[in-house]
């Protein structure tokens, strides 16, 4: 597995999770990351695109100032802390790795866009 992600469950509303993307098997340095979700019935959608050259990051407009995403190059892993979760952040998160331009062009891709490697998604359930 090239990307796998972890940290998600089962929280609250106005809860708290921080989930991890960790990589292997490529030059994790040289990659964008991005971090999407998908809830039943609706397409992918990006929530937030770190940049592997000067660490600049994307959000969505529905999570900023909720989310914040970076990543440990030493440790070939990127974070998203999300905090004052909503029912409608549920979803299974997954995790991108690509080389694409910039954070904001990585999240801009459209849903049916393959990236470069993908890991198999965490579950975030925010029960309403």
């Known amino acids: 597995l090239h990307v796998v992600e972890s940290g998600g469950g089962l929280v609250q509303p106005g809860g708290s999770l921080r989930l991890s993307c960790a990589a292997s098997g490529f030059t994790f340095d040289n990659y964008d990351i991005g971090w999407f979700r998908q809830a039943p019935g609706k397409e992918r959608e990006a929530v937030s695109c770190?940049?592997?050259?000067?660490?600049?990051?994307h959000y969505v407009d529905s999570v900023k100032g909720r989310f914040t995403i970076s990543r440990d190059n030493a440790k070939n892993t990127v974070y998203l802390q999300m905090n004052s979760l909503k029912p409608e952040d549920a979803g299974v998160y997954y995790c991108?790795?690509?080389?694409?331009?910039?954070?904001?062009?990585?999240?801009?891709?459209?849903?049916?866009?393959?990236?470069?490697?993908w890991g198999q998604g965490t579950q975030v359930t925010v029960p309403s």
């Open positions: 991108a790795a690509d080389r694409t331009t910039t954070a904001q062009a990585m999240c801009a891709q459209p849903p049916w866009y393959g990236y470069d490697y």
């Open positions: 770190i940049s592997s050259t000067d660490g600049t990051t």
